[in-house]
């Protein structure tokens, strides 16, 4: 099938209301309309920078490695750069409202994200919390990128801005108050330099005293995919298919991934190179218990990105470093399934898992699934903040190795699926721990009376 039949193919699937929920779709039709390389950095907008950027960076094995702050001179913002392997998470933070007037008498803006508005920062945390606002993502040409994208039909937010150092950036929306960030380079050759100016953005500065001392690091290397909730499917699809080109690269119904109680459809899209996946998962309505997806549209006040898949090498490590630090300024993680799911798991990946590594994985609440080509180990942490919106997903994968043209050999996207039947477990330890809340909830409704 050539690339206008496939495009069209999922049009109309989609726009016929209609999702299959056949899992991974293996056909990619190299229908990009410009060239993406991979996922660059995620910002997340916040209240307090500092405080922010450090859980994470204690929580997650993440180094703080670069700042823009009043110490660089800037007056508008915060923003902390944490880095392991090739993940990259920005904290930023707005300053008052009398420093970042003051910048006004500059004779030009400090702010080292030149997108940075305050007011929209500040209403952006008032609406949805600690949140993600910008998923940026490297392109080949960020001119072109967002010109291609708005003409076809993407809205846009910022028009390319060319910085220091050959940098050019620009924004488009991707839902609700998220954007979806282009970042091209005029040499990328630098990207290995050390400086963050080269290899990130102009204008952060090396965070120099932490070098003496012992680096974070759990295992974690890059961002798998970025899953965001909206409250209609076929619309966002439409959009963002409609502007990138990305293909569909799975899809689950209700059926696949819900449970008695609740559920959800998703659909994910992925570039050519399926380095840059993003699953677009709406609510299932009329069910017994709400959807989760439904709870997290209404604490965000609406679409937003509900959670980040970041990848192990060793998710056995990671996992005991962050539980280590679970209770004390690290993250949570969700119930695990009962116990029956690990006594059949050797049934379902004794082919692949020892023994050993299925105990590790009862042990430490890691779900394990698999498709026609590989495995997929993961997990998740509970909200990571006051609101039930965003957390985190930790993740390996195993199998899926090819070569490409140049000999090199790499791991396939998407390898062992997106968890197909483990989002149901997923759904079942979501209500089990809402469960465990109304019941506190209603133990402080109606305390127990006694003589």
Not at 152 to 157: D, F, N, Q, S
Not at 379 to 408: A, L, Y
Request: proline fraction near 5%.
């Amino acid at each position: 099938m050539d690339k206008s039949n496939r495009e069209v193919k999922m049009y109309l699937r989609v726009r016929g209301f209609k999702v299959l929920g056949f899992n991974i779709v293996r056909t990619n039709p190299k229908s990009d309309r410009f060239n993406v390389e991979r996922f660059h950095h995620i910002e997340l907008w916040c209240s307090d920078a500092t405080n922010t950027a450090r859980r994470f960076s204690w929580g997650l094995g993440m180094p703080l490695v670069a700042k823009s702050d009043l110490s660089t001179g800037n007056l508008a913002h915060a923003s902390y750069l944490l880095r392991s392997g090739d993940l990259s998470f920005v904290f930023t933070a707005p300053y008052s409202p009398s420093i970042a007037a003051a910048q006004h008498l500059e004779p030009k803006s400090t702010a080292s994200i030149p997108t940075f508005d305050r007011e929209s920062c500040v209403a952006f945390v008032a609406s949805h919390g600690l949140a993600v606002r910008a998923v940026a993502v490297e392109v080949d040409n960020a001119d072109i990128g967002f010109h291609t994208s708005v003409a076809h039909g993407a809205k846009p937010l910022a028009s390319p801005a060319l910085l220091d150092n050959g940098v050019t950036l620009a924004e488009v929306l991707l839902y609700g108050d998220v954007v979806l960030r282009y970042v091209s380079y005029k040499d990328p050759s630098k990207a290995s330099d050390p400086n963050p100016n080269h290899w990130f953005l102009p204008n952060f500065e090396l965070v120099e005293e932490l070098s003496s001392k012992p680096s974070l690091d759990y295992g974690i290397r890059g961002l798998d995919h970025a899953v965001g909730n909206v409250p209609e499917l076929v619309s966002a699809v439409n959009y963002v298919h409609g502007f990138t080109g990305f293909h569909e690269f799975s899809e689950f119904t209700a059926e696949d991934v819900g449970t008695c109680e609740s559920g959800m459809k998703q659909i994910v899209l992925a570039n050519n190179d399926e380095t840059v996946l993003l699953p677009l998962c709406e609510p299932v309505y009329g069910t017994k218990r709400k959807s989760q997806i439904q709870t997290f549209l209404e604490h965000n006040e609406g679409a937003g990105l509900q959670h980040l898949a970041l990848v192990s090498e060793d998710i056995f490590r990671t996992l005991r470093e962050m539980r280590q630090r679970s209770s004390i300024g690290g993250f949570e993680f969700m119930p695990p399934p009962p116990p029956t799911y690990y006594n059949n798991l050797k049934n379902r990946a004794g082919d692949v898992l020892t023994d050993e590594q299925i105990e590790q994985c009862e042990e430490l609440g890691i779900l394990v699934d698999r498709d026609h080509e590989g495995t997929l180990l993961q997990i998740f942490t509970k909200p990571v903040g006051d609101r039930p919106t965003m957390f985190v997903e930790i993740i390996q994968r195993v199998g899926c190795m090819k070569k490409d043209e140049e000999g090199k050999v790499h791991q396939k996207g998407g390898c062992g699926g997106f968890g197909k039947g483990n989002i149901s477990e997923l759904f079942k330890s979501v209500q089990e721990y809402e469960k465990t809340l109304d019941l506190q909830r209603l133990a402080v409704a109606e305390p127990t009376i006694s003589a």
